[in-house]
């Protein structure tokens, strides 16, 4: 027996050593898991864990907080010895408890109504104090939901208040919803920011700043990452209704606000007060409902990234990573692909003891990509280092994009490898927003550092305030691998001052990017309008990543949206298919808890590829009766 | 969202019952001399024997110096078959009585105070069947126990609601359906739903099931009390209807006007219903039809839609406006025998939310006719039911809650071993309700997004009065707040602590300066809830507030019969309480004088 497994495990290292061979002529491309692996720490099968809130303690237990109101103490989380964890049911009965902390020896956590210090004091593994260390009131509408504790460095609380729902943000029912409040250990409440709509995920960094996620909403054009401090307004109207009160940090009013649907860069010009977001993360593109986020402090033990931020999105159960840097005192950045593929609604995480990043999960009632009801789950780095862009950077004339290994210079410096726009969304009070305003970006010039680790990107039609797409499909490392992650999106609200670049590549003039896409666009609608003509499955598959249609829908399987054969049933014309796309109609969906957004930035030739394919289902969709009769 | 808030609304049932007029016994054949009318009916939960006081409104039946017999059993004037009936009925300790239907199908009355697992023997039980020639000790069979035990303690009122369908037979007088319990509730609790009768059960004064039978109440076995007897029955013809006319408009017509517009689409259906269509919103829908009333009488019209609607009855405009469909609109009207002319509106100009249309007519005594087709309102949701259960030891439950038709957002519900449940307002420092039986109902919590959050009482409820029960106060008269700020009571949590193997919250308070622990444990028998209310720190004006309630009633040795004998309070210690009036009510009041402690219990 114990021979036999020796040559298996031969056998296998023999074939690892010739795919090696093979990979360094044609390198199969690496996936996320090559680098960041997903832990499932496993649940008691009676455990309902739909997790709110997560508090790592010191000892190597983790705390965790449900939305059914429990306290699990969980031993062994990391599972060491290959055994399970162990689950002690620490407290019990809150109001869906939607966040947990620990300090100074203490477990603090949010409920619906109350800040509570869960104390015990006879050492039996159970809270036995229940502490109201701060309480507020309620409408009792559903989506008045309350978030945090996340301690400051003094020791003091922060929390975010959800505005309520009534077809729209409504703070006015309960006092300071729509707010980032602070919490003193006495139970002061200090109001400190405010038009915040759905702020599930917020933190304190490093250097004693919140940062919270926003969800596309009403005021909301997409999901997206502010830095709040005292007096701001990050946009939604629902809050303002409580600057009247005395300990208001700011007296703007409703009435204040422009309601025109212009990009929120030129609202803010008119209100002093409104915050622009740091970093925007374009709706579908990167996630659908921003949640935790945490600053990765681990000092390398989670790979190459230290300074920047995990955020995590509930309704695509993954991991995005977020870069930032100040520029005339105010923060902006990037966000990027992370890591896709976890099992429920990733709303809290916490970095574990070991630099691993504890992720908690729900879905119940909101939906998500991962399919399970709850889940609990650790990101693990293995050593390995991606070949990504490590971190966009705004230069006094486009951008300087660095790579966590060198580029090779032909990829680099050919301008096909790039492909870069800037677009952005309205502010009004409407839910969500088209995307508007794309352009093209035009690539003036570019220098490869010596290192061959950065490019410098020189642009001429930067905007501020706008999303900046930076697309580097055709880049490669030393192995040929292609960037594990190809895009980027920088929020440029300011522009550094500084000397203009010099001495950089300039495209010859017949190989300007730009003018390539046109006419594939036309041939694309006459051939894919064509119902003759065969259907390049491959091609759709790229339109389909490319334009994140697949972020919500799968061929066969129901994720956030419905799966396309289910689509194809419905015999719309590829015209229709168009249409529905550009101007999606929730309604032929009720039971999809998630609307779609429109997608008119996406080129109809594209879309009525993508429909063609979709109607091709339709016709496999013929029942195989003999697979049927096997069934069961 | 316009969902949100009227998922919460409870369809109102319109249906009207009549009441048994009990100023004298003309409504019953040949009453034994056992049966009177009083005024009053009183008892203890340890009296073997009510106390009744002369009057009107309160049917008896006490021995009097005879044996009970069979004659005694109480037969109504009227004969039935579909009927509703409700209830409000009192026994003293130990005492046995029965409602048949049709002289036939038994729900039990019985003194099973604390019963753990009732059986179909037990108070609300559909009593079983008796056969002899299936052998001794098994002649009972086909008996119901109620789901589970929702009687309250001897003395008190109970209130029974049935409805029951009789069964049907042929022309030839043979069974074509059985008999069916459709829905009996005891003190609030649904105990059995959609019970088919197999046959008479035990005691039925025939083997021979009939059509139509009247009432009979069991009145050879002990004491019994009666009041608020009513019923409904339906031996009048129901509306009929005719095909309607359709015409269907693409658009928004929020205002219900098709104007100058062509129909998309018209025809005729036998039943309006929105399935006309495939179009799922943006679109208006007219229909036209007659209803043919049998006899003048008042009728009441039942609308529901997600959208816009309105309905015209002779032109006349009765119901209108923006609802969600599982909302009842209602509106009822005097109509002539004969035909007469309807008119059914229906737009829906938002994409959200699932279509929907219904309009059913009812009339007292008649059956409710259903005018639009089975498929034009939604299928309800299969929703499983989340309930959280006691154990071994104490639960304890936040939530929000509803207490007299209010939201209340600082709920904690609290379940102990032994049945016996309470909810309290955090806020306040106040008791909502307490409950016997099952603890907490949290579908509307826990399924889905959970958006009403509301956790449910699932026994039998006595409504407490939402007051802090402490109050300083320059002198007797003085008026307790109905509800205090936080300038004057601040909530500081609970402590758990054990009672032998069992956990209790104490609530912690600072009241005025004075720092107040509450808790509440069972009575060792569980007869009831036992609240302790400790001070730390004295005042020579403080007050306890323990009851409150349209009348109080004291039975002696401090216990007292709390609003009509709901439920019963007695304080503990050495204490007295007294009774006032304040604000047309009763209260019920101890004055500390500087003891740190009140103690009472809520029996029921």
Redesign the interface.
């Known amino acids: 027996m114990k021979k036999q497994f020796y040559h298996i495990l031969l056998a296998g290292l023999l074939l690892s050593t010739a795919s090696k061979g093979l990979a360094q002529n044609k390198p199969k491309p690496y996936t996320e898991e090559d680098f960041y692996e997903i832990k499932t720490i496993a649940i008691p099968d009676d455990i309902r864990l739909e997790i709110g809130g997560i508090a790592p303690l010191p000892d190597g237990r983790v705390a965790v907080c449900t939305?059914?109101?429990e306290v699990w103490m969980v031993e062994n989380p990391y599972q060491l010895n290959g055994t399970k964890p162990s689950y002690t049911l620490f407290a019990?009965?809150?109001?869906?408890s939607l966040g947990l902390a620990y300090h100074n020896g203490a477990l603090y956590c949010t409920?619906?109504?109350?800040l509570?210090?869960l104390i015990d004091t006879d050492a039996d593994g159970k809270?036995?104090?229940?502490?109201?260390v701060a309480?507020w009131?309620?409408?009792?509408?559903?989506h008045e939901y309350s978030y945090g504790p996340v301690f400051d460095k003094n020791g003091d609380m922060y929390l975010t208040f959800n505005v309520a729902?009534?077809?729209y943000g409504e703070g006015k029912l309960a006092k300071w919803r729509g707010w980032l409040v602070k919490i003193k250990p006495d139970g002061t409440l200090e109001p400190i920011a405010t038009g915040l709509r759905s702020p599930a995920g917020f933190t304190v960094n490093s250097n004693n700043e919140v940062f919270y996620g926003e969800n596309q909403g009403d005021w909301v054009g997409s999901g997206r990452v502010t830095h709040l401090e005292k007096g701001d307004f990050a946009g939604n109207a629902g809050g303002l209704y409580w600057t009247k009160e005395p300990n208001s940090p700011l007296k703007l009013t409703r009435e204040d606000l422009p309601d025109t649907g212009e990009p929120m860069y030129e609202a803010a010009k008119k209100v002093k007060a409104l915050k622009l977001p740091a970093v925007w993360f374009p709706h579908a593109l990167m996630g659908i409902s921003t949640a935790d986020m945490i600053e990765d402090q681990t000092g390398g033990k989670f790979g190459p990234f230290q300074g920047q931020y995990i955020v995590f999105d509930q309704g695509q159960s993954k991991a995005m990573r977020m870069s930032l840097e100040k520029i005339n005192g105010q923060y902006q950045g990037a966000c990027y692909p992370f890591r896709d593929g976890f099992q429920s609604g990733t709303v809290r995480a916490r970095w574990g003891n070991d630099g691993s990043i504890l992720v908690g999960m729900t879905s119940?009632?909101?939906g998500s990509t991962g399919k399970d009801l709850y889940g609990f789950q650790r990101l693990v780095w293995n050593g390995r280092v991606p070949f990504e862009m490590k971190q966009v950077k705004a230069t006094p004339d486009g951008f300087e994009v660095e790579f966590t290994q060198p580029v090779s210079k032909a990829s680099a410096e050919n301008w096909a490898a790039y492909e870069l726009k800037s677009f952005t969304y309205k502010y009004h009070h409407q839910y969500g927003s088209p995307i508007i305003n794309q352009e093209k970006l035009n690539l003036k010039g570019l220098i490869l550092s010596d290192d061959r680790t950065k490019v410098r990107l020189v642009l001429d039609n930067l905007r501020k305030g706008y999303i900046h797409e930076i697309r580097g499909t055709g880049l490669l490392n030393d192995e040929g691998q292609p960037l594990l992650h190809d895009v980027a999106y920088y929020t440029l609200n300011n522009i550094p001052a500084g000397e203009l670049t010099k001495g950089y590549l300039v495209p010859k003039a017949t190989t300007t990017a730009p003018a390539k896409t046109t006419p594939v666009k036309k041939e694309a609608t006459n051939k894919a309008t064509s119902s003759n003509d065969l259907i390049d499955t491959k091609q759709v598959a790229a339109l389909l990543k490319k334009h994140a249609c697949t972020s919500c829908h799968a061929e066969n399987t129901r994720v956030v949206g419905p799966p396309f054969v289910e689509v194809a049933k419905r015999n719309y014309t590829n015209e229709q298919i168009l249409e529905l796309v550009y101007h999606p109609?929730?309604?032929?969906w009720?039971d999809y808890a998630t609307e779609m957004a429109s997608m008119t930035h996406v080129p109809k030739g594209d879309v009525l590829k993508i429909a063609a394919w979709i109607n091709s289902l339709g016709k496999k969709q013929k029942p195989d009766l003999n697979k049927i009769e096997n069934h069961d | 969202m316009l969902k949100k808030l009227l998922c919460l609304l409870v369809p109102v049932s319109v249906y009207a019952q009549t009441d048994i007029p009990l100023n004298d016994l003309r409504s019953f054949q040949n009453p034994s001399a056992t049966w009177t009318i009083e005024g009053q009916a009183l008892g203890t939960p340890d009296g073997e024997a009510l106390t009744v006081s002369p009057g009107k409104g309160v049917l008896v039946n006490t021995l009097k110096g005879q044996k009970y017999q069979r004659t005694d059993d109480l037969v109504f004037g009227f004969a039935h078959e579909d009927i509703r009936l409700s209830l409000d009925y009192m026994i003293p300790k130990g005492s046995n009585s029965g409602i048949y239907l049709q002289s036939r199908y038994e729900i039990q009355i019985l003194d099973s105070w604390l019963k753990v697992s009732p059986t179909d023997g037990d108070a609300g039980a559909i009593y079983h069947r008796w056969d002899e020639s299936r052998g001794i000790g098994k002649e009972g069979y086909e008996g119901h126990a109620p789901r589970q035990n929702a009687v309250k303690a001897p003395g008190l009122w109970n209130h029974l609601e049935v409805d029951f369908k009789a069964p049907r037979f042929d022309a030839k007088g043979n069974k074509i359906a059985n008999a069916r319990i459709v829905k009996i509730s005891l003190n609030g609790v649904l105990i059995h739903e959609n019970i088919e009768l197999l046959g008479v059960t035990r005691g039925a004064v025939s083997t021979q099931e009939v059509a139509k039978a009247p009432l009979m109440i069991q009145g050879d076995h002990g004491q019994v009390a009666f009041k608020n007897i009513k019923y409904e029955i339906f031996d009048k013809a129901p509306v009929t209807y005719s095909p309607a006319k359709y015409a269907f408009y693409k658009g928004k017509f929020g205002n219900l006007q098709a104007g100058s517009s062509t129909p998309a689409q018209t025809g005729t259906v036998a039943q309006p219903s929105v399935k006309v269509s495939e179009v799922k919103a943006d679109f208006l829908l007219q229909f036209e039809g007659k209803l043919t009333i049998p006899e003048t009488d008042t009728y009441t019209f039942i609308t529901n839609w997600t959208g816009t609607g309105a309905l015209l009855i002779d032109g006349d405009t009765l119901t209108k406006g923006n609802h969600w469909y599982s909302e009842d609109i209602i509106a009822s009207r005097k109509l002539t025998a004969g035909e007469h002319p309807y008119k059914l509106l229906y737009a829906k100009d938002f994409g959200w939310g699932p279509r929907g249309l219904g309009l059913f007519v009812e009339r007292s005594g008649a059956e409710r006719t259903a005018i639009t087709e089975r498929t034009s309102l939604p299928e309800p949701e299969a929703t499983p039911l989340v309930e959280i259960k006691v154990t071994d030891d104490t639960k304890w439950q936040r939530s929000f809650a509803m207490y007299k038709g209010r939201k209340k957002t600082h709920v904690i519900h609290v379940g102990m071993p032994g049945g016996l449940n309470y909810s309290y307002n955090l806020n306040q420092g106040s008791f909502l309700h307490a409950w016997r039986g099952k603890f907490l109902d949290a579908t509307l919590m826990w399924h889905d997004r959970g958006e009403p959050q509301l956790g449910a009482p699932m026994g039998v409820v006595v409504v407490q009065n939402n007051m802090f029960p402490l109050a300083i106060l320059p002198d007797a008269n003085a008026a307790f707040s109905d509800s205090l700020g936080t300038q004057d009571l601040q909530y500081k949590g609970y402590v758990l602590q054990k009672t032998g193997s069992t956990t209790f919250p104490v609530f912690q308070y600072n009241y005025k300066g004075l720092k107040v622990k509450d808790t509440a444990i069972p009575q060792a028998n569980n007869q009831g809830i036992v609240r302790k209310i400790t001070v730390e720190g004295t005042n020579a004006n403080l007050y306890a507030l323990v009851a409150e309630g349209e009348a109080i009633v004291s039975l002696g040795n401090e216990r007292y019969g709390i609003d009509n004998q709901q439920y019963y309070v007695e304080i503990l210690g050495n204490q007295k309480a007294f009774i006032r009036d304040n604000k047309g009510k009763k209260q019920l009041v101890v004055a500390l004088n500087n003891a740190s402690a009140i103690s009472y219990q809520i029996t029921f």
């Open positions: 939305r059914r109101g019990s009965g809150l109001h869906e409920q619906r109504a109350e509570t210090k809270a036995d104090v229940y502490e109201c309480t009131d309620l409408s009792g509408n559903y729902w009534v077809g119940r009632g909101w109609k929730p309604e032929n009720p």
